[in-house]
């Protein structure tokens, strides 16, 4: 693929950078949904395009993984394939589209159809990372509700939803209680992929580059969507199946193919799409 | 009338206050204020701009240190409790729970981005209420009983009038049932007109729910309408404390005295 | 007979501090005992301290020497040293007090106003409502003035609205300070049938009246309050 590029350290970031990261990464684990503060170091491409995620992978990643990195479900858009070249340029790793070949997955607002297993791991480049913000500007007073577990006010948010749209109307970054503990913003993913958060056997690690914060799901914890008791979470439904793949069970995008407003429904997740049609021509 | 027969019994404090002092700098603040708060009893603190009524109140209600003293409540769930000795998060659950805080600018102890109902709902939910339907219902209900039109529920605070503000910021403070409520100044920035209507209803939801109150206001006519005793605050410190008509009918220190004859009479 | 109201050695001074901290002394030595049913009359010229007297049987104005006791239920009570709290008691269940005027929270209701000291007791609301709407009718309030706040109407008729809302509880203990200045011939005789309804249930009554024929007609004593020299 690319030339390792010369007179860089190892994944870019110089190892003392990645040890500070890393201790903010065990301490992520060891209290899930904690967003842990830590001196983000600047990368070579701006803000807001995954500096936080591509730090955490720079600290996680070693010579013999291999990584995969899919921004909205795709390893082909712009930002998937630039963050991709530049770990195999300053790493010298392998990378791969498929989420079963992947040690390491980084990720802008999906997770991939494919369950994930014990031993991987999921990086999310997160833009906003603390759920309560909304509702409260102060840090100070988030910082206390957090610590207080006071989350009554999160809940203003559903309430809202609810009464204007008649249900839970919010549909991404959809706020979710790790470990029944610590509330956390699992990032712009639709809340299609909240479920796939619970439980999951892969470690799930978050870097917010802007607002300088890590937090982490170890594998196996669980993740819980808020809601009420009469109105349960739930997830986006189509009535439609994929075009290429007639997927059923995946997350689909709405994609206009012509000035007449015709348009079809596609898998979001690439990958899978992919292997679903490999699959249908080897067994016809 | 059985009322009539009833014997009156004394009852434990809600709140015991001692010696408790705040000052930002000599004499800007409070100082050795002692009294007690009975179930039920609604006290008024007057006195001008700068005695150090508001900032007495801000001790009294957890929202800032005191650098001497104590204020022991009796709190439902916790007993007895000493508020600047007890755990924070403690404070924190009387705030959303026995406590209300009605402050005198609506717009800061209301969430002006979201609907009248949320607003309401806030606080149930802070308790634990995830029952879409219940909140909804109660947001209603109180709604009405401040006098909102129930159909204003998804409306936003910031296209109510001020008194309706006023009037949904205590809907919002009352659903959780408090024992004790905290006002600085309710009607103080309302007009005239308004402000009639408001103290009508603070009366009559005061005595209706037996609450507990310290209200804060220099008008000594909304103290002669709410409060049942007064504390008359001066550069700091209590001049005169007693019965409300007493103190406002027949003044003894020179301070109330002078507060008193600047009042226009109607 | 229960002795309901029991004055021992009242005395009373003013003293004006905004004013030179001129002092002077309103009442002295003051005795009085009332029983249930009795309806004392105070007497003596205007500004003998009459009015103060009774401001300090209510706990309205404070006095500097002396007891003043009140029979409440099987109590006893010194509104001299009672706790606020225990006063606002009182005077909810067992003292009254009646003036001339009018002092309520404006644009509410005459009706309202009437029973609202009944509804602070608790009582259901269509009892008091019923009884709020007898005695306007007795006083000859206008019954399309009772939805109307008291504020726009005139002294005469704000004059029975209190009176009215005086009378709506049952006090055992009923203090007038001229209830009846300025009332027509045929309304003075309603406060005085009110008056005698209410000594015949035993209350102790005690009460300053300028017109001769309601103090012929209420009294059982007069009792002189001397100026204080």
């Known amino acids: ?284 | 009338m059985s009322a009539q027969t009833a014997q009156w019994q004394d009852v434990a404090p809600l709140l015991q206050v001692r010696e408790l002092s705040k000052f930002y700098a000599p004499g800007k603040g409070c100082g050795d204020i002692d009294f007690d708060l009975y179930p039920g009893e609604v006290l008024g603190i007057v006195g001008e701009s700068g005695s150090g009524k508001s900032t007495l109140l801000n001790v009294l209600s957890a929202r800032l240190a005191p650098d001497a003293g104590q204020v022991i409540y009796q709190s439902e769930q916790f007993g007895e409790l000493d508020l600047y000795a007890c755990d924070e998060a403690q404070r924190r659950v009387l705030m959303r729970s026995e406590w209300g805080i009605v402050h005198q600018h609506a717009r800061d102890g209301l969430r002006m981005n979201v609907s009248a109902g949320a607003n309401i709902g806030e606080r149930l939910m802070a308790v634990g209420e995830r029952h879409y339907g219940n909140i909804r219902e109660r947001a209603q209900a109180w709604l009405e009983a401040v006098e909102i039109d129930s159909s204003r529920i998804d409306d936003r605070p910031s296209q109510f009038s001020g008194g309706m503000q006023q009037r949904l910021q205590i809907a919002r403070n009352l659903v959780t049932h408090p024992q004790l409520i905290f006002m600085d100044e309710p009607t103080g920035g309302l007009d005239v007109s308004v402000q009639a209507k408001l103290l009508d209803m603070l009366r009559g939801l005061v005595a209706e729910l037996g609450l507990s109150v310290i209200i804060v206001t220099h008008d000594l006519a909304v103290a002669r309408l709410l409060a049942h005793r007064l504390m008359v605050m001066r550069r700091g410190q209590v001049v005169e404390s007693g019965l409300t008509d007493q103190v406002l009918d027949d003044p003894q220190h020179p301070y109330t005295q002078l507060l008193v004859s600047s009042i226009l009479q109607n | 007979m229960t002795t309901m109201i029991s004055v021992q050695n009242v005395a009373k001074t003013f003293t004006l501090h905004n004013q030179g901290g001129t002092s002077f002394a309103v009442l002295e030595g003051i005795s009085l005992a009332v029983a249930a049913g009795e309806c004392v009359v105070l007497h003596g010229q205007s500004g003998a301290g009459k009015s103060t007297f009774l401001k300090a049987l209510y706990a309205n104005y404070s006095v500097d020497a002396g007891a003043i006791v009140l029979r409440d239920g099987e109590q006893q009570v010194d509104i001299t040293q009672a706790p606020p709290r225990r006063i606002i008691a009182l005077r909810q269940q067992t003292l009254g007090y009646v003036s001339q005027f009018l002092r309520v929270i404006p644009r509410v209701p005459t009706l309202e106003v009437v029973m609202q000291p009944l509804l602070d007791l608790g009582v259901a609301r269509e009892v008091c409502e019923a009884k709020a709407r007898e005695l306007l009718t007795r006083l000859n309030v206008p019954e399309r003035l009772w939805q109307l706040a008291p504020s726009t109407f005139s002294g005469g008729e704000q004059q029975r609205v209190n009176i009215a809302r005086g009378f709506i509880v049952d006090y055992p203990i009923l203090l007038l300070d001229e209830p009846t200045a300025s009332l027509d011939a045929k309304n003075r005789q309603v406060v005085v049938q009110l008056i005698n309804e209410a000594k015949r249930r035993g209350a102790a009554v005690v009460g300053i009246f300028h017109d001769e024929d309601v103090r012929e007609a209420v009294a059982d004593r007069l009792v002189d309050i001397r100026l204080s020299k």
């Not at chain 1, 479900?73 to 990378?95: L, Q």
Request: aromatic residues 10%; negative net charge; hydrophobic residues 35%.
């Open chain 1, 1 to 284: 693929m690319s030339e390792v590029a010369t007179g860089y350290n190892f994944a870019y970031l110089d190892e003392q950078s990645k040890r500070m990261i890393r201790r903010a990464l065990l301490k992520a684990v060891a209290i899930p949904g904690f967003q842990v503060p830590f001196g983000g170091r600047e990368m070579p491409l701006p803000h807001g395009w995954g500096t936080g995620g591509m730090q955490v992978t720079a600290s996680v990643i070693g010579q013999q993984d291999t990584l995969k990195v899919i921004d909205q479900g795709a390893d082909d858009t712009t930002n998937a394939v630039s963050i991709r070249r530049f770990f195999a340029r300053t790493a010298g790793v392998a990378t791969t589209e498929e989420t079963a070949a992947a040690d390491l997955i980084q990720t802008r607002h999906r997770i991939p159809e494919t369950p994930l297993r014990n031993g991987q791991i999921l990086i999310y480049q997160v833009p906003t990372p603390e759920p309560l913000r909304f509702i409260e500007p102060r840090d100070s007073e988030t910082i206390k509700m957090h610590a207080l577990r006071e989350y009554g006010a999160m809940q203003v948010k559903l309430y809202e939803d609810v009464a204007r749209f008649g249900h839970i109307a919010t549909s991404y970054d959809y706020p979710v209680m790790v470990n029944r503990r610590y509330m956390m913003s699992p990032s712009p993913i639709p809340k299609f992929d909240n479920p796939k958060m619970d439980r999951m056997p892969a470690l799930q690690l978050f870097g917010a580059g802007f607002e300088k914060r890590i937090y982490a799901v170890p594998p196996y914890t669980q993740v819980t969507s808020l809601d009420f008791d009469d109105h349960p979470f739930e997830v986006q439904s189509w009535e439609e199946s994929c075009a290429i793949c007639a997927a059923q069970d995946s997350f689909l995008d709405e994609v206009i193919t012509d000035d007449a407003g015709s348009r079809m429904f596609v898998c979001s997740d690439t990958d899978y799409c992919r292997q679903r049609v490999a699959q249908q021509e080897a067994n016809p």
